[in-house]
């Protein structure tokens, strides 16, 4: 039923390619060939296997908060609050895995529910305040991931406090940790773990609701139009608060993938840049599961090839940095970028008589309007 | 100089589809020259490659018998061609002026010159009988009042020649009066006017000569004094059109709807709607006719749901059902042609078979166990734009976006009236329509009162209610005024309660 996801992706890829441009420039500007620093970037994501499962690793809470972003904006609803769901889920995991003294099949599948529900829990509480008094979820949201911090900034030394440090927690036992084995062995060492699976698994679950069920029906229809939905028997604000918990369920789980899968303990006083980077993701990715899950991992190319690039050039390590930010800012005025292919289109169009729609009255009217 | 504005022999091709063929349109100065065609034959095509918007592949445009080439909007400007949209492009939380102004704001050194630009706007507003206030913000204005602003944009502009893009479509009885009034003065100082529409009434009103297309085609240019509305409906439709809607007479069963006492308030907190009582019958068609914004919106809203009640009752077939969901009222036998299709009846980034299914995606066969049936979908959604002619570029996974006006609404009514409903709530079931169209759905809201069921028929076209309906309740200011019956009530009785002249009860 979808049909225009191929020309938000042509808008993701000019915006790739213009952020990439705006490096190479900058790259030039300090002097530095850009050829050999973009080599050296991609190299230092994908050269090795090892590499190549660390990029991964660095993707994985980057699919689950962008996908999370990516839901709730499908129902309407602008998700800030990534961050705090994420340490939420990752509070409940590494607390879970802190306290259950149980066998790694049976404990593992426990900690990632555990994540999920905690991320629900904090995307639950602004659902419903959005449904019942109409509260912005950006200011709520926001004041969520405050919440969070704060908690995990209280709980953490109370009851979970590290061997040496009050700044963070014990490390999780082997038994809690979503790091494998055979995993960290087939990429001969890398961080990534059993959350990369999971993600996969995330996506094709959201994209299932979301195409293919009445679940997802209903919460697109709420996002597209409130009015027409409620005008048609479907409760909104039940589908506000469902899908700020299934968001909020995301980005738990990357939390789940982050603190106990990349990492193997909690630090206090961090809000995880990846529930803002997860915007990011959601706008490259035209807020479809897939798109998030390319865009993530282009992101993790991108985050673990700059430590390569820094080393083996001149180039700083920013750099890479400036590049995200500059296919966020492209992404971000997709709408310019259409506009502009639009223009070009019509331009086109008018030359040799192209593809305009056989119903064209509606659509002149809209020029005529446009071009006032 | 015989015409100010000549396009000769134009033609304009797109992918599949010819949009102009070969058509011939010359305005003559001081003359209102109406463009009449179906949705979709060509008048939008035809305006837009006069106001530079498309180029035409062949033929000739001459203004004030030179030839000119008009490659952009401003081109048109510049020649005095103006364009009233059917959708404003106003600025609300500006004033008249300033929405006149944007664009071409005169200046004082470095400030802008409001109090110039205000006083240019009183006199021309003086001159046309606009009656426009300068200094009113748009959002407080009514409707009729901002088009004339956009009027103004175009006077204030010095544009000779206006083109008027169904003008009437959104404006109540008594402001299309007024339009037709400032149309009147508009040409007595000059000006040109073409006016797109595809209402034989206003034709007959106020044009003087008339062109009429069919399917991109030039059926002819005709005087509208020498021809009667049933030629120009034939020209338009190329067939005989029959304005009468034929309904037998038929005995009304059981009571299908009652309202009583009900009283609800507007988006304003203010009551709407005043302790209303009202009955609906099985096999009638009650027509609510009334002047837009007496509290017609209100009831239906709180008979379908969308609205609460602040006192009394509403009850379907003898049940309560005052306090159900708006799911509930679906399922036991409400359907709902909104009256704004926006808002309300579609939802526009969804395709069309999306639409189709947005009051029983959730049953069989659409959806099994919570799972979209898309093939079921796509089937049923192909029946209805076969039945209800609903055309649409790219079929039913075309955009509803992508519709036009009336292919949008006339999927609202096929999908309503496909419910098979007990009652059926019309609320401007044709707005935006052609003649054929109406005709078709005309005849299929008949059709469901001859099926014994019940249909509440609100319309702001005094025409079409004294056409379709049994009985006539007319509302003012919330208030039920009069109940009359339809064959022994005229115009002009219904016209005096409109306007809030007690009557009474006779039905």
């Given at each position: 039923m979808k049909k225009e996801t191929g020309q938000e992706y042509t808008v993701a890829l000019i915006a790739v390619g213009f952020g990439l441009l705006a490096g190479a420039v900058l790259m030039l500007v300090t002097g530095n060939n850009p050829l050999l620093g973009f080599f050296y970037l991609f190299s230092g994501g994908l050269m090795n296997i090892a590499r190549i499962g660390n990029t991964l690793a660095t993707a994985t809470p980057l699919i689950f908060t962008g996908l999370s972003v990516a839901f709730a904006f499908k129902t309407g609803l602008f998700n800030i609050g990534a961050a705090g769901q994420m340490l939420i889920g990752g509070l409940c995991a590494t607390a879970l895995g802190l306290t259950l003294p149980w066998p790694k099949p049976l404990l593992l599948p426990v900690i990632v529910l555990a994540a999920a529900l905690g991320g629900a829990l904090w995307g639950l509480v602004p659902g419903w305040l959005k449904a019942k008094f109409n509260v912005h979820e950006v200011v709520c949201t926001i004041m969520m991931n405050w919440i969070a911090y704060w908690s995990v900034y209280y709980i953490v030394p109370a009851y979970f406090k590290g061997a040496y440090l009050e700044t963070e927690s014990r490390r999780i036992p082997e038994a809690a940790s979503l790091k494998v084995d055979w995993l960290t062995r087939i990429f001969k060492g890398?961080?990534?773990?059993l959350g990369f699976f999971i993600a996969i698994i995330a996506v094709m679950v959201i994209a299932y609701i979301l195409e293919r069920t009445t679940l997802g029906y209903e919460l697109k229809a709420v996002g597209y139009n409130r009015d027409a939905a409620e005008y048609a028997g479907i409760q909104a604000n039940r589908n506000i608060v469902l899908s700020m918990m299934i968001a909020g369920a995301c980005a738990g789980l990357g939390g789940a993938a982050f603190y106990v899968g990349y990492a193997s303990n909690m630090q206090i006083g961090v809000l995880p840049n990846q529930g803002f980077d997860g915007i990011a993701v959601a706008l490259l990715g035209a807020n479809s599961p897939w798109g998030v899950f390319m865009a993530a991992i282009f992101f993790g190319i991108l985050h673990s090839g700059k430590g390569f690039m820094n080393a083996m050039t001149q180039v700083p390590p920013e750099i890479a940095d400036s590049i995200i930010a500059t296919i966020i800012y492209f992404a971000a005025t997709s709408v310019l970028i259409e506009r502009v292919r639009g223009q070009m289109q019509r331009r086109r169009q008018a030359q040799n008589k192209a593809d305009l729609p056989l119903d064209s009255e509606a659509g002149l009217k809209e020029n005529a309007g446009g071009a006032e | 100089m015989e015409y100010v504005v000549e396009m000769l022999k134009i033609r304009k091709e797109f992918p599949g589809v010819v949009a102009n063929d070969n058509i011939t349109l010359q305005l003559k100065p001081g003359e209102i020259h109406a463009l009449l065609g179906e949705n979709g034959a060509g008048k939008s095509t035809l305006m837009s490659i006069l106001f530079g918007l498309y180029p035409p592949d062949q033929g000739t445009i001459k203004v004030r018998g030179q030839e000119v080439k008009i490659s952009d909007p401003n081109v048109a400007n510049d020649l005095g061609i103006g364009m009233v949209h059917q959708h404003f492009k106003l600025v609300h939380n500006f004033t008249v002026t300033e929405n006149i102004m944007l664009g071409m704001e005169m200046t004082k050194g470095l400030v802008i010159d409001h109090k110039t630009a205000a006083e240019r706007i009183r006199q021309l507003s003086q001159r046309y009988g606009l009656n426009v206030d300068p200094d009113a913000k748009i959002e407080d204005i009514s409707v009729g009042m901002q088009q004339r602003v956009e009027i103004m944009k175009m006077l204030y502009r010095d544009a000779e020649v206006l083109i008027f893009d169904e003008p009437t479509s959104v404006l109540t009885p008594q402001e299309i009066q007024d339009l037709m009034a400032i149309m009147r003065n508009l040409v007595k100082e000059g000006k040109s006017i073409i006016l797109i529409t595809h209402k034989l009434k206003e034709i007959k009103a106020i044009a003087d000569r008339c062109t009429v297309i069919r399917r991109g085609r030039l059926v002819g240019t005709v005087d509208v004094a020498t021809t009667s509305e049933e030629e120009l409906a034939r020209m338009m439709v190329g067939r005989e059109v029959s304005f009468a809607v034929e309904k037998t007479d038929r005995p009304p069963g059981d009571v299908v709807l009652k309202v009583e006492n009900l009283s609800a308030y507007d988006n304003r907190r203010i009551m709407a709607l005043k302790d209303f009582s009202l009955e609906v019958r099985s096999g009638e068609i009650l027509g609510l006719a009334g002047v837009d914004g007496n509290g017609q919106t209100e009831l239906v809203e709180v008979i379908t749901g969308l609205r609460k009640a602040e006192s009394g009752r509403v009850l379907l077939k003898g049940v309560d059902i005052t306090g159900h969901s708006i799911r509930e009222r679906i399922r036991m036998g409400i359907a709902h042609i909104p009256s704004d299709r926006h808002k309300h009846g579609?939802?526009?980034?969804?395709t069309l078979q999306e639409n189709m299914i947005l009051k029983v995606y959730d049953q069989t066969p659409y959806a099994e166990k919570g799972l979209l049936n898309r093939e079921a979908i796509a089937e049923y959604t192909n029946r209805l734009m076969t039945e209800f002619d609903v055309r649409a570029g790219q079929g039913a996974s075309a955009l509803a976006r992508s519709l036009s006006g009336g292919n949008q609404q006339k999927a609202i009514v096929g999908r309503e009236i496909d419910l098979n409903p007990e009652l059926l709530l019309a609320v401007?079931?044709?707005?935006?329509?052609?003649v054929g169209a109406i005709e078709y759905i005309h005849r299929r809201i008949v059709e469901q009162r001859d099926k014994g069921k019940a249909v509440l028929l609100v319309s702001l076209e005094l025409d079409e209610i004294l056409n379709l309906a049994d009985r006539i309740a007319v509302i003012y200011n919330g208030e039920l005024v009069g109940l009359v019956d339809a064959k022994t009530t005229n115009e002009h009785e219904i016209g005096l309660m409109m306007a809030g002249g007690q009557r009474g009860e006779t039905a």
């Open positions: 890398s961080y990534i773990n | 579609l939802i526009l980034d969804y401007q079931p044709t707005r935006g329509l052609d």
